[in-house]
C-alpha cells in the first residue's frame, strides 16, 4: 500500500512542472492532448535503457569499480549519453510526425521538459520499489527537475540553430548544447556515485543550482522568440511563484502522510529537519528563479554558469527580474490617470490624462514605459515622459494602484532607449496611476 502511495506522490511531482510550463506559455498555449500524449511515450522510454544494458552493457567488463576516472567515463558513456538521446527521442519522433506542435521555441523545451518529467517519473517506481518509499521526497525535489534540465539544455542547440537569425555559428551551437547536456548529466551522476569523501555530494547540489539559473536563461530566451509576442502580455511571477511554492508544500504533507501509514517517526523527524533547511532551500531558490523571467522580443541572453541569488550591496537578491509586470502592464496602450505626489509637490491635488504609449527596455534590459502626458483635458496638446516602475518598498496604494517615478526625456525624438540607463532620464515626481476606468 506504501509503494502506490508513493507512486501516486511521485506522479504529483511532473503534475506540478507541467503545470508551472503550461502557465508560462502566454503566447501559444499547448493543448493537454499532445501533451499527454508525450508523457505517455516518454514514461516508456526507461525500457529502452533497459534493453541497452541488458543487451549491449552488461555483456561487456564496463562497470563501476571505484576508479575515478573510470567512473567519471561510466557516468558520462553508459549512464548519461543513453538516457539524454532516449529521453529526447519522443520529442524527434513528434517532430515528424506531427511537425506543427512544435511552431515556436517554447514548444520544443515544453515538450523536452515533459519527456524528461515523463522519464523521470517511471524511473522513480523503480528506485521506490527497489529503495522504498523514503527515496521519493529526494527525488522530486531534485532528480525530477533536474532531468528536466538537461533535456532542455539538449533541445536548446536546435532552438538556437533554427531560430535564431544573427547566430554565426549555428552548426557548433547544435552540437555543443547536446554534448553539454550529456556532460552535465554525468558530472551530477559522477559526484553522486563516485567513491569519494562527502563534499562530493555537496558539490552535485552546487552543479544542481547552477543548472536552474541556465534552464531559467533557456526558457526566457525560447519566449522572447515567439512569432506571436506582444508587450501587452506577461508572464504572472507573482502568482505562478506561489502555485509553485503551495503545490510544493502540499506535496511534503502527502509524504508525511505517508511516513504515518508507514509508522516511521523517524523519517517523519529528517524530512521535517530538511525541508527547513537544505530541501527547502533548494525548492525555494529553485520556484523563484525559474519564476522571474523577463519577456523582450527577440532578446537572447547570454546561457552561462551563475549562482541563482547574488549579493546585493548588504542583502541577498535573485539573478532574474522580479518585478511583477502585471501591475501596470494592464494598463498599455490604454488611457490612465496620472496623481503627482507628495502634497508639497501637488498642494492642489491636480491630475493628469495620459496614455501608456508602449514598454521600453534600457541598455541594462530594465524596464520602463513611454507615456503621452496631455497638458489639459480633452487636449492634443501633449508631452512625452517616462514611468519607471517603483520596485521596492510600498509599490502600490491600498487600491492597489501602482506607483511609479515620472521621468523627463530630453531630445525624444533622438533617443536610443537602448542606449541609456534609467539614471539618464531626471526625476520629476512620484505618480500614482490610476485605471482608465476611474478617468
Not at 19 to 27: A, E, G, M, T, W
Not at 32 to 38: E, H, M, Q, S
Not at 303 to 323: H, L, Q, R
Not at 349 to 368: D, H, I, P, R, S
Amino acid at each position: 500500500m506504501l509503494l502506490y502511495f508513493g507512486i501516486l506522490i511521485g506522479a504529483l511531482v511532473p503534475f506540478i512542472w507541467i503545470s508551472y510550463l503550461r502557465k508560462i506559455d502566454v503566447f501559444e498555449k499547448e493543448k493537454i492532448g499532445p501533451v499527454v500524449l508525450v508523457f505517455i511515450l516518454s514514461s516508456l522510454s526507461p525500457f529502452l535503457i533497459n534493453l541497452l544494458h541488458t543487451y549491449l552493457i552488461q555483456p561487456t567488463s564496463v562497470a563501476l569499480n571505484g576508479d575515478w576516472l573510470n567512473d567519471f567515463l561510466y557516468a558520462i558513456f553508459v549512464i548519461a549519453l543513453p538516457e539524454e538521446v532516449v529521453k529526447i527521442s519522443p520529442i524527434i519522433l513528434l517532430f515528424f510526425i506531427k511537425r506543427k506542435l512544435l511552431n515556436e521555441p517554447f514548444d520544443f523545451i515544453l515538450y523536452a521538459s515533459v519527456a524528461a518529467l515523463a522519464f523521470s517519473f517511471h524511473e522513480n517506481i523503480i528506485y521506490i520499489y527497489r529503495y522504498g518509499y523514503g527515496v521519493i521526497a529526494g527525488r522530486s525535489i531534485i532528480s525530477s527537475p533536474f532531468h528536466m534540465f538537461c533535456s532542455a539544455i539538449f533541445i536548446y542547440g536546435y532552438v538556437k540553430y533554427k531560430f535564431d537569425k544573427n547566430e554565426k555559428n549555428k552548426i557548433l551551437k547544435l552540437i555543443w548544447f547536446p554534448f553539454f547536456a550529456v556532460l552535465s548529466h554525468g558530472i551530477f551522476d559522477f559526484f553522486l556515485i563516485a567513491d569519494g569523501p562527502v563534499f562530493m555530494r555537496i558539490l552535485s547540489l552546487f552543479y544542481f543550482v547552477f543548472l536552474i539559473s541556465i534552464y531559467a536563461v533557456i526558457i526566457n530566451n525560447s519566449i522572447n522568440q515567439s512569432t506571436l509576442f506582444t508587450q501587452k502580455i506577461v508572464i504572472d511571477s507573482t502568482s505562478t511563484s506561489k502555485n509553485l511554492l503551495n503545490q510544493y508544500f502540499f506535496l511534503l504533507l502527502f509524504y508525511i502522510v505517508g511516513c504515518f501509514f508507514a509508522g516511521d517517526e523517524d523519517a517523519i523527524k529528517s524530512l521535517l529537519q530538511n525541508a527547513i533547511s537544505l530541501n527547502g532551500l533548494l525548492i525555494v531558490i529553485m520556484v523563484l528563479r525559474l519564476t522571474r523571467l523577463k519577456l523582450i522580443e527577440k532578446e537572447w541572453l547570454r546561457v552561462k554558469f551563475e549562482f541563482p541569488i547574488y549579493k546585493n550591496g548588504s542583502s541577498w537578491a535573485f539573478n532574474g527580474d522580479g518585478f511583477d509586470e502585471t501591475v501596470i502592464n494592464q494598463y498599455l496602450e490604454e488611457k490612465i490617470e496620472l496623481f503627482p505626489f507628495p502634497v508639497r509637490l501637488n498642494p492642489e491635488g491636480k491630475t493628469f490624462e495620459a496614455y501608456l504609449e508602449k514598454k521600453l527596455q534600457t541598455v541594462e534590459n530594465e524596464t520602463c514605459y513611454l507615456v503621452k502626458v496631455f497638458k489639459y483635458s480633452a487636449s492634443t496638446d501633449f508631452e512625452y515622459f517616462i514611468l519607471n516602475p517603483k520596485k521596492g518598498g510600498i509599490t502600490e496604494f491600498s487600491d492597489k494602484n501602482p506607483i511609479a517615478a515620472l521621468c523627463k526625456i530630453k531630445d525624444y525624438e533622438n533617443i536610443d532607449f537602448s542606449k541609456l540607463e534609467l539614471v539618464d532620464f531626471p526625476f520629476v515626481s512620484w505618480v500614482k496611476i490610476n485605471s482608465p476606468s476611474n478617468i
